[in-house]
């Protein structure tokens, strides 16, 4: 089984910075196809930002201030997340790509003055 943990949210002001990690464990056999994802109440959960090998891609609405990156040493994933919104405030999760393993809990940004 593929474990993936959360972490790194927390509440932080309108044009703050946050970093999110995803650590991965057990049956992965890489970190080369993963993405963020994001889901704000009543919300679907929507794809925010992928890395497939090299290539990063944003949603339209985090381009530019959201940046995804891996450490294959450590197993994690991270998104470095400025220059926040309200917009922003969801629960953030990561998982693989194309097919999904089991959600962590995910880790709740609370964007908010």
């Known amino acids: 089984q593929v474990q993936l943990v959360e972490s790194g949210g927390g509440l932080v002001q309108p044009g703050g910075s946050l970093r999110l990690s995803c650590s991965a464990s057990?049956?992965?056999?890489?970190?080369?196809?993963m993405g963020w994802y994001r889901q704000a109440p009543g919300n679907q959960r929507l794809l925010v930002a992928t890395?497939?090998?090299?290539?990063?891609n944003y949603a339209d609405s985090v381009k530019g201030r959201f940046t995804i990156s891996r450490d294959n040493l450590k197993n994690t994933i991270y998104l470095q997340m400025n220059s926040l919104k309200p917009e922003d405030t969801a629960v953030y999760y990561c998982?693989?790509?194309?097919?999904?393993?089991?959600w962590g809990q995910g880790t709740q940004v609370t964007v908010s003055s």
């Open positions: 998982n693989t790509l194309p097919y999904s393993v089991s």
């Open positions: 057990g049956s992965i056999k890489s970190l080369n196809n």
């Open positions: 890395l497939i090998g090299g290539s990063t």
